[in-house]
């Protein structure tokens, strides 16, 4: 039976690629940038987010990246981050999501005179008071933070020793984002380093932009423990579609270890990583035994919601048990402890209501 949007909506997801400054709430933005004298295309929530949606879906990166510029400049106080976390992790809690690790760059928020550590605390202090609120809404959601170096700037290894400071309460994990192909994660090997020699755990934005040995460098330099979208790993697959296949080394690395994929079936198509979701490459990671799971990517920018991207690949063919194991996947693949990890695979078998 095909699932509807209200029980999809119902089932519990673990959402593991959401970037903060992707996510604002439209009547937020418009509020926010009213108070700094900030232009908006539009001053209509509505109008808004439709545009950014459709900006998003114009094949035009530069169209793409331009809500990035309006929601990161009103996220420069830390009364407005503390703001954009706690919606985010109020509207996630909404969605059925019971687990989510929000990503964000903190070098991205000092214009307004924040330094560093309190980006971070301000944004953790929003997601406690988001995770308390939604809790008396009589949602129970856990969230954390990831903390993102931009892979076309200098300053990972400050990012990288921001993350170890305050790991455990303000951080799970580092990552590298912004744009991909001609910043390799080999521009950054000193941070990585610097993160192996302490156990942080590591994501890396890699096989969007660019393609196989993105992904390689990310598992090997980078020690990604995840990798953000990793969609193109199939060019290191001959044969790919087909019957007779070749794993390459990469991705026989990726199968074998069961790294998850943080594929964003959307945003991936807006970039042009695939050319629909019903031909997005996800399906046939999916098939192959990848540990593919489902993701946002930039809620507001892309128009999309966790309940929304299942229910679009409910209509490309998945089954509830094919977004149980995705939910799965995610749960496995957290940034937490073994036993926290268990115990949240826990509530998604329970929450699905299916036998292993």
Not at 40 to 63: I, K, W
Not at 222 to 243: K, L, N, Q, T
Not at 274 to 295: C, K, Q
Not at 318 to 335: I, N
Request: aromatic content about 4%.
């Amino acid at each position: 039976m095909t699932l509807t949007t209200d029980e999809i909506l119902a089932l519990p997801k673990v959402l593991l690629h959401d970037h903060l400054d992707g996510g604002l709430r439209p009547a937020t933005l418009i509020e926010l940038a009213a108070e700094i004298g900030h232009e908006l295309p539009s001053t209509d929530p509505d109008e808004l987010a439709r545009l950014f949606a459709t900006n998003a879906a114009s094949g035009d990166l530069v169209r793409y990246l331009e809500a990035f510029a309006h929601t990161i400049a009103v996220m420069q106080t830390a009364d407005n981050l503390r703001r954009v976390a706690r919606e985010a992790v109020l509207d996630l809690a909404a969605d059925g999501v019971i687990y989510v690790e929000l990503r964000y760059a903190p070098e991205q928020h000092l214009a307004g005179g924040l330094s560093l550590q309190e980006v971070v605390e301000a944004v953790q202090d929003g997601i406690e008071e988001g995770v308390a609120e939604a809790l008396e809404a009589g949602y129970a959601i856990r969230a954390a933070a990831i903390l993102d170096a931009m892979r076309h700037l200098d300053r990972s290894v400050e990012i990288a020793e921001l993350a170890l400071a305050n790991r455990g309460r303000c951080c799970v994990g580092f990552d590298i984002a912004g744009p991909e192909l001609g910043f390799p994660a080999s521009d950054h090997r000193e941070a990585f380093q610097l993160l192996r020699e302490h156990h942080m755990p590591v994501t890396i934005h890699a096989g969007e932009a660019d393609g196989a040995a993105s992904v390689g460098e990310a598992l090997g330099l980078g020690s990604a423990r995840r990798i953000g979208h990793g969609v193109r790993i199939h060019e290191d697959i001959d044969g790919f579609g087909g019957e007779e296949l070749v794993l390459g080394l990469i991705a026989q690395h990726a199968l074998d270890l069961q790294i998850p994929l943080e594929c964003c079936p959307t945003s991936n198509v807006q970039t042009g990583v695939a050319p629909s979701i019903a031909g997005h490459p996800m399906h046939e990671l999916r098939n192959l035994g990848f540990a593919v799971t489902v993701n946002t990517d930039n809620r507001l920018v892309s128009g999309v919601s966790m309940t929304s991207e299942m229910a679009a690949l409910v209509e490309a063919g998945w089954t509830k048990e094919d977004l149980f194991e995705a939910t799965l996947a995610a749960a496995w693949g957290a940034f937490l402890p073994y036993d926290e990890k268990a115990d949240l695979a826990e509530l998604v078998i329970e929450g699905y209501g299916l036998e292993l």
